[in-house]
Nanobody, 123 residues
Framework: QVQLVESGGGLVQAGGSLRLSCAASGRTFSSYAMGWFRQAPGKEREFVAAITWNGGRTYYADSVKGRFTISRDNAKNTAYLQMNSLKPEDTAVYYC????????????????WGQGTQVTVSS
C-alpha cells in the first residue's frame, strides 16, 4: 500500500510547460514502479508514462513522446512528470499511479492511484 498526492497542475498556454509532482507515503517508495495517466472530458482514462522502480526504464504514450519526461527521486519519495510543448489536447485530469510492477501500470491496472490534478492548456 502506498498513498499518492499529486501537485503542480494548473492552467498554461499552448507551448508552455508544467511539472507535476507525486509525493508517496506508506510502503517503501523505491519498491514501486510509478506512472501517470490522464482523463480528458468525455474520454477514457489513458496511459501517459511509467518508470520502473529503479528508474532504469521509462515508457511513454506516443502522444507525449518527446514532450513529456517522467522521473523519480527515491530519496524524496517523489515522482515527476515534466510536460513541455503543451497542447490543448493535453488538457485533462492527471493521475499519479503506483504498483510493484511497471507492467501493471502500462496495462492500465496499477494498484494505487492519486486523487488527480487538473491540467488545462489554453489555445
Amino acid at each position: 500500500q502506498v498513498q499518492l498526492v499529486e501537485s503542480g497542475g494548473g492552467l498554461v498556454q499552448a507551448g508552455g510547460s508544467l511539472r507535476l509532482s507525486c509525493a508517496a507515503s506508506g510502503r517503501t517508495f523505491s519498491s514501486y514502479a510509478m506512472g501517470w495517466f490522464r482523463q480528458a472530458p468525455g474520454k477514457e482514462r489513458e496511459f501517459v508514462a511509467a518508470i520502473t522502480w529503479n528508474g532504469g526504464r521509462t515508457y511513454y504514450a506516443d502522444s507525449v513522446k518527446g514532450r513529456f519526461t517522467i522521473s523519480r527521486d527515491n530519496a524524496k519519495n517523489t515522482a515527476y512528470l515534466q510536460m513541455n510543448s503543451l497542447k490543448p489536447e493535453d488538457t485533462a485530469v492527471y493521475y499519479c499511479a503506483a504498483d510493484i510492477s511497471s507492467a501493471n501500470i502500462r496495462s492500465g491496472k496499477p494498484t494505487n492511484w492519486g486523487q488527480g490534478t487538473q491540467v488545462t492548456v489554453s489555445s
